[in-house]
């Protein structure tokens, strides 16, 4: 084997190599924002319980930002919306119609 044909060997083995621990920091970037996405649902998830039982929720989240809306309707029912706000600024609304009479009307508007 010629210093040219090694030399060759060793460039395409480097690029082969950052192609690799390119697609590694992908990976573990998508694992991150997948593990911030599903501690933002289930942060909205615990605040539509506490709204739809009338009770206010005791759960934090730091760096996170929960608001609550509960609307009622003319029906008798009552509309919840949760927001939350994941501390890079994804957003995720979960929306429920549920009993008014159980609804938190005391959640309106910026329950943390």
Known sequence: MTLLEAVVALVILGLGASGFLGL??????????????????????????AAALG??????????????????????LAEIDVTVTSPRGARFTLRRLTDGARASLGTAGGAR
């Open 24 to 49: 590694f920091a992908q990976s573990a970037r998508a694992a991150h924002d997948a593990a911030e996405w599903t501690r933002t649902v289930a942060y909205a998830e615990s605040g539509m319980e």
């Open 55 to 76: 009770v206010a929720a005791r759960d934090s989240l730091a760096g996170w930002t929960r608001v609550v809306e509960v609307r009622p309707r003319a029906d008798g």
